[in-house]
């Protein structure tokens, strides 16, 4: 695992740009730090507005001090809106002072600029901040680049949009077919099942609307799906390759509740889940529902909450009882983090 200091704001900011994948407007961005090494710990986003309420307010300061020993606050608003930012930081603030919870530093993101509310210095921290164009520059945004991370223009563009037509009729009569030639009653199957994933995973460029027509026919029978989740997961390892069944102890740690031996993601935890949404973006119905599901699960384990929601409910508007789908909503509305991230 790469590990990567920052300690300057510009790089702080890009680290969250690059943590929920795009950069926020018109909110409030909490970063929760772990330890003496104050590790990044949850980063959560809430719309401004949300924070008039004393309950949402509430609810930051318990996931605050429960996640993290300390944190700092980030508004993102236009030019004309900052002191609506300042009195939701202030607000928001003040809470955390009485949990006896440190805020280090209250950061100000604009369309065009960023700065700092809480240093008054203006060598370092002049009034009208710095240019946003210094995150381009950053270690993160570079990091980033390199391994073809790129930010979307707002939070909705974290998944795709559905696919044409043309290619969820072809994708589906494909489905229908696979699914008619290998039942899944049959045990026999599962080699199979488990090839059409790792194949389209090693050769994405080959991937076309039949086969996700077969990824989607995979993934909608529970036992193949949750193979194919912990293929993703563990980068295959928490696969046992004698019987083509996932290893309990790896879906255990994939799961467990901090303080349980814990397993981070594999590397090629991105590419799968990119493969999960192309095969979503290709269905429709329950189809659509299971590849949905299995995204938002794998998107919290990535430890990206903003994508995890969105897949949750595109999961649940194609098939409102999916169970797989409503243990993701469950465990995102508790705002539970993977075990993984509360590690240093």
Avoid: K
Wanted: proline share 9%.
């Amino acid at each position: 695992m790469n590990v990567i200091r920052i300690d300057q704001a510009r790089e702080i900011l890009a680290a969250v740009a690059s943590t929920l994948g795009f950069q926020p407007t018109d909110a409030l961005v909490l970063v929760g730090l772990r330890g003496n090494r104050h590790t990044l710990g949850p980063v959560i986003r809430i719309d401004l507005p949300a924070l008039e309420d004393p309950t949402a307010v509430a609810h930051l300061v318990t996931l605050a001090t429960t996640h993290s020993n300390a944190c700092l606050l980030i508004t993102y608003t236009p030019d004309n809106q900052r002191p609506a930012g300042r009195r939701a930081a202030s607000t928001l603030t003040a809470a955390l002072d009485e949990a006896r919870h440190p805020v280090l530093e209250t950061l100000w993101v604009t369309p065009t600029a960023y700065g700092s509310a809480t240093c008054a210095d203006p060598d370092c921290c002049p009034p009208t901040g710095h240019p946003l164009s210094d995150l381009d520059s950053t270690l993160i945004r570079a990091t980033d680049v390199t391994n073809g991370r790129a930010l979307v223009p707002t939070r909705a563009d974290l998944i795709p949009a559905p696919a044409t037509p043309a290619a969820r009729r072809l994708a589906e009569a494909a489905r229908a077919a696979w699914t008619a030639e290998h039942p899944a009653t049959n045990p026999a199957h599962t080699r199979d099942a488990l090839q059409v994933w790792t194949t389209a995973l090693a050769t994405p460029a080959d991937v076309d609307p039949s086969t996700y027509g077969h990824l989607a026919a995979v993934l909608t029978d529970p036992t193949w799906r949750d193979l194919v989740i912990t293929h993703a997961a563990t980068d295959g390892t928490g696969i046992n390759p004698e019987t083509a069944t996932a290893r309990t102890d790896a879906i255990r740690a994939m799961l467990a509740l901090p303080g349980e031996p814990t397993q981070r993601p594999g590397e090629n935890l991105p590419a799968a889940l990119d493969l999960l949404m192309r095969t979503a973006a290709h269905a429709t119905g329950s189809p659509a529902a299971h590849a949905w599901a299995a995204t938002a699960l794998l998107a919290w384990y990535s430890g990206h909450g903003a994508r995890a929601a969105l897949a949750a409910e595109a999961a649940h508007n194609a098939d409102p009882d999916n169970t797989l789908a409503a243990l993701a909503t469950q465990i995102l509305a508790a705002q539970i983090p993977p075990a993984w991230t509360q590690t240093d």
